[in-house]
């Protein structure tokens, strides 16, 4: 079981980003997807969280209006697209799955497999 993030990088304040999530070693289906992010000094927090049985989602407040999780079943991926992006989404964002559970939540210890992460850099 294997979680592949990439689509970071550094981008201006107001740009676009999509990351992407891969899944090996299993099927996405009937679990909780999520992105979230760590910033330095800071503690992880959950950005969004699709279910992949209802294809439900969760936002957090910062980010609401902004971002966008998706998921591509065939490619077994899902996606954070982030659009108008600030200096304060910068972070690494990590994706994970609960595999106990189709219930969408942003509490990271809900989800028991995870990416390496992708750094983001929003600046100018």
């Known amino acids: 079981l294997q979680l592949v993030e990439s689509g970071g990088g550094l981008v201006q304040p107001g740009g676009s980003l999509r990351l992407s999530c891969k899944a090996s070693g299993f099927t996405l289906d009937y679990y909780a997807i999520g992105w979230f992010r760590q910033a330095p000094g800071k503690e992880r927090e959950g950005v969004s969280c699709?279910?992949?049985?209802?294809?439900?989602?969760v936002y957090a407040d910062s980010v609401k209006g902004r971002f966008t999780i998706s998921r591509d079943m065939a490619k077994n991926t899902f996606y954070l697209q982030m659009n108008s992006l600030k200096p304060e989404d910068t972070a690494v964002y990590y994706c994970?799955?609960?595999?106990?559970?189709?219930?969408?939540?942003?509490?990271?210890?809900?989800?028991?497999?995870w990416g390496l992460g992708t750094q983001v850099i929003v600046s100018s």
């Open positions: 699709i279910s992949t049985s209802d294809g439900s989602t």
């Open positions: 994970a799955v609960d595999l106990s559970s189709d219930y969408v939540s942003l509490s990271p210890a809900d989800f028991d497999s």
